[in-house]
Each structure stands twice: as C-alpha cells, then as structure tokens.
C-alpha cells in the first residue's frame, strides 16, 4: 500500500505527525544543507576565477594588438585643396609631403545608339552580341527597354539605360562601370548585324587588338573547344574572310583557335604567320591567335568581330538630317525634281519672277539664321536656293531625296540644334511648297565619353591609373582625385598620429589596471567585519599578480639602458601597482625617440649578418642574443650533362623531367640539329607552361556514320544496340569539380535537344568551370577553366525505360592539369643544366632520356637542406630555413632563413654572426597570458577546472544524499502512519470493551 503524501494529522494520537516529520526531516538534512554551503562557496570561487580569466583576456588581447608594429603606424593626413584630392592613409604609411597635380581625371567609356520614336515597340531586330566576352541575344519582339534589361542581366561591367532625348526620342545609351582607357568591348557575334542596327556601328571596322606587324583575336579560354562553345553562342557566324586578300572559310561553330590556325596556315598567305599564345597572369589560362604579316582584313558575317579581331569604329556616328514634308515632281508631274530642276519646270508650282521664300531657324550650335531668297528667273535651277541655304546655316548640304523632297544634312555628326523653316510667300500667286521641314534622321556621336585613365603627377613625377582612387602611388598612402586643374599643385601631408598611438597605450594601462583592481580587492581583509575577498590569499592569484607587475616594470632585455624601462617614458606604477601615465612625458618620448618607444613593446628579431635573417619566433623563444653557427648550406637540386651541345644534337631525343614534390611529367621532344639555346628554349617553355584538366570520352559518337557535331541532334546518334535516343531520356551528369566538390545534375532529352545542348548543360552542371566541346572524331570533350592540379571527373549515364546504358563511354585524363614547374634550363658553357628553383632535400626532380644526347644520367636530383646551431642548441632545416628545435630552452620554435651558398660558406667559415629577440612589454605581456588563459594549460583554465570539478562533486554528494533523504522521509510517514492506524484501533477495542464491560455491570 502506498502511503507517501499521507497524512493524518494524530487523528488518533492527537500528535501533529507532519510537524514532527519535518523536524526530524530538518535535523537529518544537515549534512546535505553544509555540502549546500560548501558548494556555494566553491561557486563563488569559480565565478571569481571566471572574472579573473575575463580580464586577463582582455588584457592578452590589447597587449597582442600592442606587440606588433603596425600598432605603431597610425597616421593622419591633410589635403590643402580637397576640391581637387583628398588623401587617407594605411598602417604602411611613412610621414611626410607631396605634392599633386591633377591633370585628368578618369571617366568611363559611354556609347550611345541611334534614335528611336518608342522605347518599348519591338524593334524587330534579333542576333547575338558580345558586351565584355558575355554574350546578349536579342528577339524581334524586344523594344528598347528590352534589350536595356538584357544587357544589364548580362552583368557584363557595362550598364545600359533608356534616355529620353525629349517626348518622341529615345537613345539606348551603354557605361562602363569601371572607369579607364581600356574601356569595354561590344561586338557583334551573329550575321545579323544587331549592333549596326541599333546604331552603336555605321558599318566601318578597325583592328581591335593590334600587335607588332598585325593583329591578334581576344583571348579565349580553350584553343582547342569551338569558339561557339566557349562563348556559349545560341548560333555562331560562318564565311570566307580575306587576309591580304586571300580567302579563308572560317565556321565558328565548329571551329576552335587551333583550328583557325590551321586554316589559315594553309591558305598559304604570302608573308603571313600565326601562333596561339597564353595568358597566365591569373588562374586561367588564357589562349589568343596572332596573326602577323597582315595588311588587310575583310570580314564575313562578323566572323572576324566575333573573334576580337575586328571592330566597330565607335569614334563615328550620324549627321542630323531635315526632311520636308512635301513632295515635288518635274514638269510631267511623275519624275521627282532635283538640283537641276528649273523653277518654271516644278509641276503645279506656278513659279513668278520675283517670288520669296523666307528662310529662319537654327544652325548647327544653335545660333539663330535667318535671309530670303529672291527667284529672279524662273529659268534658274533650284541649285541657287540650295546654295543659298548652305551659304545661311554653314556646314550643311541641301539637295532633293529619291521622292523629290527637300533635305538638309548637317554636315557635323554629333547632337545637332539645326532646324530649318521655310515660307514660300508666292508674291506670283503660284503655290510652290516644300512642305515641313522636320528630323528625319537624328544626329548623335557614337562614343559620347571615351574611356579615360587618370593623368596625375606626384612629386613632379607623371603617373597615369584607371581609376580616380590612387593606391599604389606610394606605401599606405591613397589619393582621391576629385577634380583636374593642372595650374594648381596641392600639398599633402602624412604625420604620425600620436594621439591614437597614446590611445593604445592607455588602453593597455586600462586593462592592465582592471586586473590589478580586481585582485587588490580579493587580497583585501576587513578586521572591522572579519570580511575578506573572495579569493583571498589564493596562491596562484598572487603568482599571477606578481608576473605580470614584474613584465611591467623589468627592464627589457636587449634594449640600450637609455631607453629599455617603461618609467624612462613616462609609464609607472602607484603604490597600489597601477599604471599612472605622464601625458607630456609619453608625448615627448614618441615626438623625440618615437622608434625606441615601439621597440619597449614590441616584439623583433633582427641579425647582425645580411646572409642571415630572421623569419619567426613563438612565445616558446626566449629573448636573447644567439650565435649562428652553420655547417651546410641549403643547395638545390641540379644537374649538368656532359655532352658539348654547341653545335646541336646529332640525333633526336626525347627529355622527361618528373618533379619530385608533386609528381608532375613534362615531356620535352628535341630534334637533331637543335643547338644549346634552342634546346634551353624547348625546355624552359614545356616547364613553364600551365595546363587544364582535360577529359575525353571513350567512345567516338556518330550520326548516320559520321562524327557527331554541335548541332546533331540526340535522337539521330548511333547507338548500336543500345536503344536509340528517344525523347524523355535522362541523362545524368556526375563527377568532381575541379576543387573536388560533388557533381550531380541530369538532362532529359527532348525533340529538338541538340549535342551542343547537352554540352551546355554540363557546363551548367559544373558552374562554368568547364568548357564543353565535340572534337572532329565524335569525342566529347571537357577541359577546366582553371589551371593547376584537378580533381575534375565526368560520368555520363543515360536512362532509357528504367535502363542505363553508357553510350559515352568512360571520360579519361587526356592532358592532366598542373602549374608550371619550379624547374629551368640554363646553358653552362655548352652544356644542359637543369635547376630546381626551390632549395631543399623535398624538392627535386626525376630526369631521364630516351637516348644519350644529353649526357645527363637518369635519376632522382634532390636539394640539400641548410644545418646548423643556433645558441649552440640543435636546430632543424628545411630548405634555407633553420628552426630551433621545440624542446629548446632559448631557440624553441625560433626560425631564420640562411641565404649562403656552399661557396659562401666555405669562404667565410661556419660563424655567422647572432640573431637578436627581442620582446617588449606588450609582446611579453602577451606570451605570458597565453600560457596563463590557454583553455588547457593556462593557470586560470586548470583551477577552474578543479573548481568545477569539486562542485560538480558536491553535487553528486547532494543527490546522493536527497535520494536518502526521500526514503527516509517515506520511511518516516510510513511509521507514523501505522503508528495511527494501531492506536485507532486500539482506541476502537477500548470502546468495545468499555461498552461490554457496562452492559455486563449492567
């Protein structure tokens, strides 16, 4: 029976049971209430010790910002005329003055369209262009509006917008978004002239990238995919340019750099020469096509503007042309009249001599124009009136179009105010008219603003930049040119800024005085109360205290006894051992010895010899003064063949040179009559060269029994006895990017999905990071963009009917990526050395031969690394690196680099002069508190650990005991329990036997 909870209150013992059960609960409660008593205790020593570590980490973290250099080197500036350019600076600035002249400041390049009457009608205008390599398709249906959104969802650098010219006049004008002369490039890439249309091209081309003796194409990311792939082209043009007037049919659909090469190596064009060169001053290489001995270009469909050869001269634009509204015919009233036309012979005009025509407007700047002309003789030409009109407004020409309407062509292109109104006063009574004159055609300039580099001079010095914001003009300085006027020269200044230099300072003596406090106020006691802190007299607190207080006020070794003690600065400590700072002290220690006041808190190395230098310490090193002893010098891995290959090879040979470090194979072909330099030449270009990851699928596809092109469609592909292609198959599409990230996308096949559609989808599938191509064999092929070693892999699976097949095959490393090798050629004296270019026993190189031309034995060459002592304590090489040892006691972890060569060495003998570390304050300051805060190791971490420990033991102890206490506490009840069950009845026996007894007396 349970009988927890129960009470009875001394129903029939009449004793309170419950009182009594709570004071007996409170008397064996004791115990647990003391371990109550004791864990608060150790509580309140955690939290304590929580705050000590606290502060002591904000005082590690200003003493580490306070440890380096760069604390130091904070500047201000100033500009006199900020108009023109203002100045800001870095940690790298130094102090002092320059001056500046601001020539040109520099503006992005604008173009602008033709004129249009509606913004957002279709244009009727579709094609592909190129805004910065990044390609814009238009459709017939797109306004300009349209085409303004497309360009701009290009995110191409270049930003387009509407401007409404007035109510009826609309241009689609094209900016840069980064200022300078490089400007950006717009170039057609489809047959449809989309460009011309809109007015950016009046027709005329230039060379876009001229080169020494001729021209070069842009630069592409694969010589060997088809440039419409590369550009990702819905459609690429095709024709038969002309080279110095030769023919070359060009598709470039199918056609890769190489490919062109070829094409125009065998056009055999007199003169003529080409090569595909790389750019690889990023990540990617980069491949273009030179062509050189060129006089002429002719292009076809756009096919050379596509490649960047070519493109639209945007220095034109059009002349505003004034049409009337009128149209007038010769004598038998069908033939249009024109310049010859006599007065008398204007169909229904009724021409009078003596008649007038009153001529007013505006010419070409806007000035007012104004004359009349007198028709003396009706047997005069027209032409008169027409040289009166060009004689009034300038520099225009006035005729008669096709139809037989008047025209006025201002003979500037550009923006034109010239207007013309005519007032045929027909004194005669006729009734000659031209009608209207009105803008038929618009004039407008191309090029509104041409791409511009800043022209600037520093110090008298002439600098040019693409950009307003000047950076690398001079270390840790920048200039903002606001406004070019070259009769002023305006000085800046850069000054230390030593009032935030003494704002760091004081932050350090802040957080440094925040842990003096605190623990001045634990090592309190009050007699009065008998009160004392909460970690009184706790040992390791008082260690702490002491440590640091004695970083602050010890002498730092290595400095001059002039200046090697925070007080010599104007930095001391009260009684009660915080800091007090004398402002005007401090100032004149940093105005007068600014140099020597950094070196009190930071930490350096420095060496007594220039052969020697020091790289890196930890908080491991111990400060001091170390002799360098070196017994080898770092060497790296060489060899010289013992063949005289002055004259050349007498045979060829094939050289295979193998990095030791990363496994990378160059293999270099070398043909009889090669001779030393060209030899050098073959290898140093092979070694230097950066290649793509390239894979190339197993299986050559076919269509019809021909390889496969871009534009085969998936259905018509061969597949054997594998089913065929049929709409609603997917095709998966797994693998590794080149960074080894996961590949998965899956492409389903429809009716009209071409080849070149499934190429673009692994492009997708992998972000852009692949170019997707058909070789001239049926094979798909992929390469990186980016160079260097790759995980890159491809699996193709297509899905027909819940069945896999793979019609691709397997995709194989047909040109594996990696960077250039660290490795040269040089010629010694008529012999082949090859050279690692990094010293070292872990770098080197495997060579062998197919032949003996070479006379280099085939093998493995390793560097040898630099050994030493330093202090006379054992240091550990690596390459020209020589690290103390960790289990040092002074050089722990101390590196220096050993540029001697074994000559060197030999001559100057194995001392090497001394290294010097020195720590400042902040620098020791900081290295203390590492080892104080470290969360494993630190003094604070550990005896908050145990603190934790014996609460959390405590607490064990506490649980324990409340478990006991509950029983007991059911035990209690229980007993009191039956306790007032027995007494009751009891009580109900004496009543019955009372009852009895009186019926028996009765």
């Known amino acids: 029976m349970l009988t927890q909870g129960l009470s009875f209150g001394g129903l029939a013992s009449g004793l309170d049971t419950k009182q009594i059960i709570e004071q007996l609960m409170a008397i064996e409660h004791r115990p647990v209430d003391m371990l109550a008593q004791r864990q608060n205790h150790y509580e309140d020593l955690l939290e ?105 969802n290009a995110d191409a650098g270049v930003t387009a917008s509407v401007l409404a010219v007035n109510d009826s006049t609309y241009q689609l004008i094209l900016s840069a978004d980064d200022p300078g002369s490089d400007g950006f490039d717009l170039l057609d890439a489809s047959g449809s002239d989309v460009l011309q249309s809109l007015g950016f091209s009046v027709g005329t081309e230039t060379w876009k990238n001229q080169i020494d003796g001729g021209a070069a194409t842009d630069y592409f990311s694969s010589r060997t995919s088809a440039i419409k792939t590369i550009l990702g082209l819905t459609s690429a043009p095709s024709g038969t340019i002309k080279i110095n007037g030769v023919d070359v049919s060009i598709d470039l659909s199918t056609d890769s750099l190489n490919d062109i090469k070829d094409k125009i190596d065998a056009a055999g064009i007199t003169g003529v020469t080409t090569s595909i060169t790389t750019d690889t001053s990023s990540s990617t290489t980069k491949y273009r096509l030179e062509i050189t001995g060129v006089t002429s270009f002719t292009d076809s469909n756009n096919v050379l503007e596509t490649l960047g050869v070519l493109e639209a001269d945007f220095s034109q634009g059009k002349s505003q042309v004034l049409t009337g509204s009128a149209v007038n015919y010769k004598s038998d009233g069908v033939t249009p009249i024109d310049a010859s036309t006599k007065w008398s012979e204007i169909y229904g005009a009724s021409v009078s001599n003596g008649d007038t025509i009153t001529i007013s407007g505006t010419d070409h700047d806007g000035n007012s124009v104004s004359g009349t002309y007198t028709i003396s003789d009706v047997n005069d030409t027209v032409q008169g009136f027409l040289d009166y009109i060009e004689s009034l ?157 004695r970083i602050l006020v010890n002498e730092v070794e290595g400095l001059p006894s002039s200046m090697n003690a925070l007080a010599q600065v104007g930095i001391t400590t009260d009684r009660n051992g915080l800091i007090q700072i004398d402002d005007a002290d401090l100032t004149d220690a940093l105005e007068d010895n600014f140099n020597d006041v950094v070196k009190l808190f930071i930490g350096q190395g420095t060496a007594s010899d220039s052969d020697i230098q020091v790289l890196d310490w930890t908080k491991n090193t111990q400060p001091g003064t170390y002799d360098v002893v070196i017994t080898q010098a770092a060497e790296q891995a060489s060899v010289t063949g013992s063949a005289d290959l002055t004259s050349g090879l007498s045979s060829d040979t094939t050289l295979t040179i193998t990095d030791y470090a990363t496994g990378w194979e160059a293999t270099v072909n070398l043909y009889a009559g090669d001779t030393i330099d060209t030899i050098v030449s073959r290898i140093n270009t092979e070694l230097s060269t950066e290649y793509n990851q390239q894979l190339t699928s197993s299986e050559a596809l076919t269509a019809s029994g021909n390889p496969i092109t871009t534009s085969t469609l998936l259905t018509d592909i061969d597949t054997g006895s594998n089913p065929a292609f049929t709409v609603g198959d997917t095709i998966q599409i797994s693998g590794k990017e080149h960074d080894n990230g996961d590949i998965e996308d899956t492409f389903t096949v429809e009716a009209d999905s071409t080849v070149q559609d499934l190429l673009r989808a692994i492009q997708d599938a992998y972000g852009g990071e692949v170019v997707a191509s058909v070789d001239s064999s049926g094979h798909i092929v992929i390469e990186d963009v980016t160079t260097g070693r790759s995980y890159t892999t491809l699996e193709l699976k297509r899905y027909h009917d819940s069945s896999e097949y793979q019609d691709f095959g397997t995709f194989n490393t047909t040109v594996t990526g990696r960077y250039s090798l660290g490795i040269t050629a040089s010629n010694e004296s008529g012999h082949l050395k090859i050279t690692h270019t990094a010293w070292g026993s872990s770098n080197g190189f495997t060579i062998s031969e197919s032949g003996s031309e070479l006379g280099i034995t085939a093998g493995t060459y390793q560097g040898v690394d630099v050994e030493g002592t330093i202090n006379g304590e054992e240091a550990t090489g690596s390459g020209r690196v020589l690290t103390g040892n960790s289990d040092q006691t002074n050089i722990a972890d101390l590196s220096i680099l050993v540029t001697l060569t074994p000559d060197q060495l030999s001559s100057q003998g194995q001392d090497q002069g001394t290294v010097t570390i020195t720590k400042g304050v902040a620098a020791q300051m900081e290295d203390h508190l590492d080892f104080i805060t470290d969360s494993h190791t630190g003094y604070a971490s550990q005896r908050e650990e145990v603190l ?55």
């Open 48 to 152: 304590a010790w929580r705050q000590v570590n606290s502060k002591l980490l904000s005082l590690k973290s200003v003493a580490d910002s306070l440890s380096e250099l760069s604390a130091f080197h904070l500047y201000s500036s100033s500009s006199e005329d900020e108009d023109i350019v203002t100045v800001s600076t870095t940690t790298d600035a130094q102090p002092g003055s320059h001056s500046i002249r601001v020539l040109q400041l520099a503006q992005p390049e604008k173009l602008a369209s033709a004129a249009f009457d509606d913004s957002s009608e279709a244009l009727g205008f579709s094609g592909e262009f190129l805004v910065n390599g990044k390609v814009v398709s238009i459709q017939s249906t797109y306004s300009l509006l349209d085409i303004r959104d497309a360009i701009n």
């Open 393 to 549: 407004f300038g520099d225009v020409t006035a005729g008669f179009d096709s139809s037989g309407k008047l025209q006025i062509t201002d003979n500037q292109t550009g923006q034109s105010q010239l207007a013309v109104t005519l007032t045929e006063n027909n004194e005669g009574g006729g009734s000659l008219n031209f009608g209207t004159l009105s803008v038929s055609t618009y004039g407008y300039n191309i090029r509104l603003a041409s791409g511009q580099d800043a022209r600037f001079e520093i110090d008298g010095v002439l600098l040019t930049r693409s950009t307003n914001v000047v950076s690398d003009a001079i270390d840790g300085v920048t200039f903002t040119l606001h406004k070019a006027d070259s009769s002023s020269t305006v000085n800046v200044s850069v000054t230390r800024d030593l009032d935030s230099v003494k704002q760091k300072i004081q932050d350090f003596a802040q957080k440094y005085n925040d842990i003096v406090q605190y623990i001045n106020q634990q090592f309190t006691y009050n007699e009065d109360t008998q009160e004392s802190g909460t970690l009184f007299a706790d040992v390791t607190l008082k260690s702490i205290q002491s440590s640091i207080r």
């Open 948 to 1002: 934790q420990d014996i609460i959390d033991d405590i607490q064990d102890r506490i649980d324990m005991w409340e478990e006991r206490l509950a029983l007991r506490r059911i035990q209690l009840e229980q007993r009191f329990t039956n306790l007032e069950r027995m007494l009751s009845t009891m009580n109900s026996l004496s009543s019955y036997l009372g009852s009895q007894i009186a019926n028996l007396g009765g």
